[in-house]
């Protein structure tokens, strides 16, 4: 549910603050396609990858994680199980999953018929949306995944 929320709750400021659409005027199918989005695929597929799969992938960096700051400093195993973590999260699940999902989402939010559509401009902005996604996330991840407790890691 947090993760529904936070998806409309983006939309709704990029649709009132950024589009400058008035209240009466919101694309209310943009929102319940975005609050899906949110629910389904950052919660649920989230959920389960990044707590069921990736402890099972590198049971070291969820163990790191659980550490105190003074035993993370001695164990160089665990925080690199911790980059091999991010490195396939942003090398593997961004760009090859989470963003072709995010496109078919937004495509749907426009025009039910419009999937292949998003797959074009998916196309056409994949490498600049691929390395907007790295500048943020690979060092916000490095340090969600190190020093944050598994079930903090996503909501």
């Known amino acids: 549910g947090l993760t529904c929320a936070k998806t409309v709750a983006a939309d709704l400021l990029v649709q009132r603050s950024v589009e400058k659409t008035p209240w009466r005027r919101l694309d209310a199918r943009r929102l319940v396609v975005f609050g899906f989005y949110g629910l389904a695929y950052l919660g649920a597929v989230q959920y389960f990858l990044f707590n069921k799969v990736y402890p099972k992938l590198f049971p070291r960096a969820s163990a790191f994680a659980a550490l105190p700051l003074g035993a993370k400093l001695r164990d160089g195993a665990g925080a690199a199980a911790v ?3 991010v490195a396939v999260d942003q090398g593997l699940h961004w760009p090859l999953s989470a963003l072709p999902a995010y496109y078919a989402c937004a495509a749907l939010g426009r025009d039910a018929a419009a999937p292949v559509a998003a797959f074009h401009k998916l196309a056409a902005s994949w490498r600049q949306d691929v390395l907007a996604c790295w500048a943020v ?3 916000a991840e490095a340090l969600i995944f190190g020093l944050l407790p ?3 890691q996503v909501p």
Request: charged letters at 10%.
């Open 83 to 85: 980059l091999r973590q």
């Open 137 to 139: 996330w690979l060092p």
């Open 150 to 152: 598994l079930h903090w």
